[in-house]
C-alpha cells in the first residue's frame, strides 16, 4: 500500500511539473540539407553568447529546414542563438577579428550591428504551459 501512495505523490509531482513548463519549437532554415550540424542554445540573460546554457541541442541537418524543440522550460525570459557549423568540424570558424564565418542566428532574427546582437532585442517570454514558435534564420 505504501509504494501506491508513492507512486501515486511522484505522478502528482510529475503532472505539477509539467504544467509549469513550455515548450519552444524552432524552425532554423537556409540550411543546406545533410551537411554539417546545427547548435542551438536557449539561454537567460547572464549566459546568452556568453558562455554555455541550460538548453542546448546540437543535430545533424537532414533538411534546408530544420525543427528543433527545446522541452520542458520553466517561466522565465530567454533568447535562442544558433550556429551553422557547415564544415562539421564542432566549432564556430571565425575571422582574426572574431566574426564568425559561419551561418549564425538569434531569436527574433536581430542582425549583428557592431557586435553580438543584445539579449534584449533578441529576449521572449515563457509561460507556464504554453508553447512557443520561434522562426530563425541563418546568414
Known amino acids: 500500500m505504501r509504494t501506491f501512495k508513492t507512486l501515486v505523490l511522484i505522478s502528482a509531482l510529475q503532472m505539477c511539473s509539467a504544467v ?3 515548450n519552444i519549437n524552432v524552425n ?3 540550411l543546406i540539407a545533410n551537411e554539417g550540424k546545427i547548435y542551438a542554445s536557449l539561454c ?8 554555455r546554457c541550460h ?15 527545446f522541452n520542458d522550460v ?23 577579428f572574431g566574426i564568425p564565418k559561419e551561418p ?16 534584449q532585442e533578441a ?5 507556464a504551459g504554453e508553447s512557443v514558435q520561434i522562426q530563425i534564420s541563418v546568414f
Do not use: C, W
Not at 542563438?81 to 564542432?90: I, L, P, T, W
Not at 549564425?104 to 539579449?119: D, I, M
Open 55 to 69: 538548453f542546448e541541442i546540437v543535430r545533424k541537418v537532414q533538411h534546408s529546414q530544420q525543427k528543433l524543440t
Open 104 to 119: 549564425t542566428g538569434v531569436s527574433n532574427n536581430v542582425a549583428a550591428k557592431n557586435g553580438p546582437p543584445q539579449f
Open 20 to 22: 509549469y513548463a513550455g
Open 123 to 127: 529576449s521572449f517570454e515563457v509561460t
Open 44 to 51: 537567460q540573460q547572464n549566459n546568452f553568447m556568453n558562455g
Open 74 to 96: 520553466g517561466d522565465g525570459t530567454y533568447a535562442i542563438s544558433v550556429f551553422y557549423d557547415k564544415n562539421d568540424n564542432g566549432e564556430l570558424d571565425t575571422s582574426l
Open 28 to 30: 532554423i532554415d537556409n
